[in-house]
């Protein structure tokens, strides 16, 4: 079998798992994505895939940047510390063990109260920050999740880009 297409194969799967790794917080996300194509781009060794290493490393670039960017002015706007969303993120990862399918969801959000509420030692606004946070953070990922799709879909089309010149 051709080194280049095991290499297509085994870089869209990275690629894929990146793509899941934005919404799942225990994959990689966006730097898998760069690193898959740049893999890609090393063994094809065309026009294509550099172009799709460039233009891709700029969407999932972008993608990572914004949703830190989004998340984080959003905190600091809010005065809700990274300690309580760093708590929540490991609250989600113990729930994705504990409740399957939704415990990452469930674990994030209470952990993320419950720091909250020790911090502001009031339940109401603990929820309201709580909520706050978990919109910017919602908003993060879908503003890096759809640049990293976009980041494989320009990979896709330079797959077929390539083979088909090929």
Do not use: Y
């Amino acid at each position: 079998m051709d080194l280049q297409l095991v290499m297509t194969v085994v870089c869209g799967a990275l690629i894929a798992v990146g793509i899941a790794g934005v919404v799942i917080p225990v994959l990689p996300g966006s730097i898998l994505i760069i690193v898959a194509m740049l893999v890609w781009a090393l063994t094809v060794g065309s026009v294509a895939g550099w172009t799709v290493f460039t233009v891709g490393t700029v969407l999932a670039g972008a993608g990572l940047a914004a949703g830190l960017v989004l998340t984080g002015r959003t905190l600091r706007q809010r005065r809700i510390p990274g300690r309580s969303v760093t708590i929540g993120v490991l609250a989600g990862i113990a729930g994705m063990f504990l409740i399957p399918v939704v415990g990452l969801f469930v674990g994030f959000a209470l952990g993320l109260f419950l720091s909250e509420f020790a911090r502001q030692r009031n339940a109401r606004e603990a929820v309201t920050s709580s909520l706050h946070a978990l919109k910017a953070t919602g908003f993060g990922i879908l503003a890096e999740l759809a640049l990293a799709c976009l980041a494989g879909i320009t990979w896709v089309i330079g797959v077929w880009v390539h083979f088909a010149g090929a």
